[in-house]
């Protein structure tokens, strides 16, 4: 695979950290065919700094009865829209941003992010990270079938109480943002359409989400490490918020009751491919990984930050590949199993051994990372 980048467009970001006297971390990147302008649809990996943006918007709301627990419904007024108001999967039966956030991580469910993405806004979500230096990134849509103007669109919001009583009404949105769209983003030779249809043309991206691979390791490595980023790279999140993100940003889908998986399908490893994704590794408790996964149109990324508690071992890892050998898109034939997760095994394995012989002048504190 590492012999035919143009085949795989893979990109790895290996991020080395060390702690001075005082344990204060400091970062090292190493790069392997980095490049922002090489494309990858990033899938679910755009999930997470929605997840930081929709609980930014609640602290900016600062209105009394109003948090990330607050039941919150959603109605619909635009064609292609879908209301919520129930949540069966909850302790209490109601839809909430905290909810929609454990799902997001714990199993990377695509409704808790269109409603996110909702909440927030189409043109918050980009203005706000392009004010915060990511100006390539791009988020355009939700994960349904969708026109570009049904996208534009956003549904009305309420928050509630326990006992159904209004708390806070947003209406309905719409986002007249201008993205560029002047670079032609094909891949591959042909793809499958909305109807199923073979095209015998290379599949337009250009429209798609964008997030390049640097800038979702730089989001992550804000919120793990707040205090070591610049201030306007800063989510604004409230001590509890980043407690409660380590918490789910690490935990596997069988350690969850609300939601309650079946492990069977939703096994330790079904968002951890690094080390573990390939074969259905079980993690072992001294070990934990936060991150964010995406897999879509052959395309695998992972967006990683890994822990040994007991060998005092840490690092990040980003990685993004792309399998698929017969060149056609929306056929549903791409070499995850056989290629992709073995790929991410086997690269985080290497990068995990050497950190584990590396020497260290101060051995890390990460009581921070540790979540029960």
Do not use: C
């Not at 534009?152 to 209004?166: K, M, Q, S, V």
């Not at 002047?182 to 042909?190: E, M, R």
């Not at 072992?284 to 071992?313: E, M, Q, R």
Request: hydrophobic residues 30%; neutral net charge.
């Amino acid at each position: 695979i590492l012999n035919s980048p143009d085949s795989f467009r893979y990109q790895l970001i290996y991020t080395q950290i060390n702690r001075d006297k005082n344990n204060n971390p400091s970062f090292k990147h190493y790069r392997l065919h980095v490049d922002k302008n090489q494309y990858f649809n990033p899938a679910s990996t755009v999930k997470m700094p929605l997840a930081f943006l929709a609980l930014e918007k609640l602290n900016r709301l600062n209105r009394d009865g109003i948090n990330k627990y607050t039941p919150m419904l959603t109605d619909s007024a635009y064609e292609g829209q879908t209301a919520v108001t129930a949540d069966s999967t909850s302790e209490n039966g109601l839809p909430s941003v905290a909810h929609y956030i454990k799902e997001i991580f714990l199993q990377s469910d695509n409704d808790a992010y269109n409603r996110l993405y909702e909440f927030i806004g189409q043109k918050t979500i980009n203005e706000r990270l392009w004010q915060m230096g990511y100006k390539d990134f791009r988020i355009t849509r939700r994960f349904v079938r969708a026109t570009e103007e049904e996208n534009r669109h956003t549904n009305p919001i309420r928050f509630t109480d326990t006992n159904g009583r209004l708390v806070y009404n947003q209406p309905a949105a719409y986002s007249n943002l201008e993205f560029d769209f002047s670079k032609k983003v094909l891949i591959g030779h042909a793809h499958y359409d909305r109807n199923d249809s073979l095209i015998h043309e290379p599949m337009d991206f250009t429209t798609h989400n964008n997030a390049p691979l640097e800038d979702l390791q730089q989001i992550l490595q804000s919120v793990l490490f707040p205090d070591q980023v610049p201030a306007k790279q800063r989510f604004g999140l409230t001590e509890d918020d980043y407690r409660f993100l380590y918490r789910y940003m690490s935990a596997l889908p069988g350690q969850s009751t609300y939601p309650k998986y079946d492990t069977t399908e939703f096994f330790d490893s079904y968002t951890k491919f690094f080390m573990f994704r390939s074969g259905k590794s079980r993690i072992p408790a001294h070990i934990k990984v936060f991150n964010k996964t995406g897999w879509s149109y052959g395309f695998l990324t992972d967006i990683a930050y890994i822990v040994d508690f007991k060998n005092k071992v840490e690092f990040m890892l980003s990685g993004t590949i792309y399998v698929n050998r017969d060149g056609i898109l929306n056929d549903d034939k791409y070499e995850y199993e056989e290629l992709g997760y073995p790929f991410f095994k086997e690269v985080g394995n290497i990068i995990y051994r050497y950190e584990s012989g590396r020497k260290r002048k101060f051995i890390p504190d990460l009581k921070s990372f540790e979540i029960r």
